[in-house]
């Protein structure tokens, strides 16, 4: 008899803050850069007529206790939209089924974050003066969550979207106001965060300033696409969460030129490469999300979980 246990969402949130999962994500990308992690392709289902998008992930670190698939969904017809998801959990020594994480997402959201705080750790200027955020969904928000663990003294921040309903009560959550224009939340920014499923550029190269941070976390499909590609051909330093994923379905595949020089996260991370040597340095993270960020939090979630939480369900 195998003995699996349930964890749901209010579980999973007592124990992963953003701060812990942020150590988590950047401990991942490094064993993923230097070849110590499992990650298969991801697996993309769409359902058109409810604006859906379907994500498969999964991935194994080596010398960790488990290993995890997660499925996250997103849909967007609906307002807010609606995001779900699950992580099923299995012993990496005999394979069996340990827990199934009904988080509703929330793992997703917070690694998400995690892989911005951990961008903006080595590539956003030291001093942050202003913010812009584009996008106003659950992104929005947990992109700023982690900033202000990396980098607690912000400045002004400034919201844009395209749904003015939407952009005012993003705001109100993060501390925000909100802007008329992509260009005018831009402008003068020194970290600039995108988290939108456009399939067009919002940002301009003309309105991002010398010494600027990109995180750019929507692009993570064929097609998706926030960024002008000349920011890349601008940028001094082009990190990406995954190389290859990047290549395929992040900024990275409208300026696919700049491949050759971009570098992977973990590499900064682990010293082997530069991130931000300068604060007028132009610096963009590529991120679209990869397995091992979820193995990462999925283990942190059961090493810290008390022993009372959760339910126990006998197989």
């Given at each position: 008899?195998?003995?699996?246990r349930?964890?749901?969402?209010?579980?999973?949130?007592?124990?992963?803050?953003?701060?812990l999962?942020?150590?988590a994500?950047?401990?991942?990308?490094?064993?993923y850069s230097?070849?110590?992690?499992e990650?298969?392709?991801?697996?993309?289902?769409?359902?058109p007529?409810?604006?859906?998008?379907?994500?498969v992930?999964?991935?194994?670190?080596h010398?960790?206790?488990?290993?995890?698939?997660?499925?996250?969904?997103?849909?967007?017809?609906?307002d807010?939209?609606?995001?779900?998801?699950?992580?099923?959990?299995f012993?990496?020594?005999?394979?069996?089924p340990?827990?199934?994480l009904?988080?509703?997402?929330?793992?997703?959201?917070?690694?998400t974050?995690?892989?911005?705080?951990?961008?903006?750790?080595?590539?956003?200027?030291?001093?942050?003066?202003?913010?812009?955020?584009i996008?106003?969904?659950?992104?929005?928000?947990?992109?700023?969550e982690?900033?202000?663990?990396?980098?607690?003294?912000?400045?002004?921040?400034?919201?844009?979207?395209?749904d003015?309903d939407?952009a005012?009560?993003?705001?109100?959550?993060?501390?925000?106001?909100?802007?008329?224009?992509?260009?005018?939340?831009?402008?003068?920014?020194?970290?600039?965060?995108?988290?939108?499923?456009?399939r067009?550029?919002?940002?301009?190269?003309?309105?991002v300033?010398?010494g600027?941070?990109i995180?750019?976390?929507?692009?993570d499909?064929v097609?998706?696409?926030?960024l002008?590609p000349?920011?890349l051909?601008?940028?001094?330093?082009?990190?990406?969460?995954?190389?290859?994923?990047?290549?395929?379905?992040?900024?990275?595949?409208?300026?696919?030129?700049?491949?050759?020089?971009?570098?992977?996260?973990?590499?900064?991370?682990a010293g082997?490469?530069?991130?931000?040597?300068?604060?007028?340095?132009l610096?963009?993270?590529?991120?679209?999300?990869?397995?091992?960020?979820?193995?990462?939090?999925?283990?942190?979630?059961?090493?810290?979980?008390?022993?009372?939480?959760?339910?126990?369900?006998?197989?």
């Open positions: 008899m195998t003995r699996v349930i964890l749901r969402a209010d579980d999973v949130r007592e124990v992963l803050p953003m701060t999962c942020i150590e994500v950047q401990a991942a990308f490094v064993a230097a070849g110590e992690a990650l298969p392709s991801v697996i993309h289902l769409d359902v007529e409810a604006k859906g998008e379907v994500h992930k999964a991935g194994h670190i010398g960790a206790p488990a290993y995890a698939v997660k499925v996250a969904s997103g849909f967007y017809g609906l807010p939209a609606a995001t779900d998801g699950l992580v099923l959990v012993d990496a020594t005999t394979g069996a340990i827990a199934i009904l988080d509703g997402g929330l793992i997703t959201d917070t690694r974050g995690a892989a911005g705080g951990v961008a903006a750790r080595w590539l956003a200027p030291e001093t942050v003066d202003v913010v812009a955020v996008g106003t969904g659950i992104q929005a928000r947990r992109q700023v982690a900033l202000r663990c990396v980098r607690p003294e912000l400045g002004e921040i400034r919201v844009w979207g395209r003015m939407r005012m009560r993003a705001a109100h959550d993060i501390g925000a106001m909100v802007s008329d224009s992509v260009q005018e939340a831009v402008t003068g920014a020194s970290v600039v965060i995108t988290a939108t499923a456009s067009e550029p919002l940002v301009r190269s003309a309105w300033t010398p600027a941070h995180t750019a976390v929507g692009s499909g097609g998706k696409q926030e002008d000349e920011l051909r601008r940028a001094d330093v082009v990190a990406v969460d995954s190389l290859d994923q990047c290549r395929r379905l992040g900024e990275l595949q409208h300026a696919l030129g700049e491949a050759d020089r971009a570098v992977e996260l973990g590499r900064i991370c082997e490469a530069a991130g931000r040597t300068s604060q007028d340095q610096t963009i993270c590529d991120l679209t999300g990869v397995g091992v960020q979820d193995v990462a939090a999925a283990n942190a979630v059961l090493a810290n979980a008390p022993a009372a939480a959760g339910q126990w369900l006998e197989l």
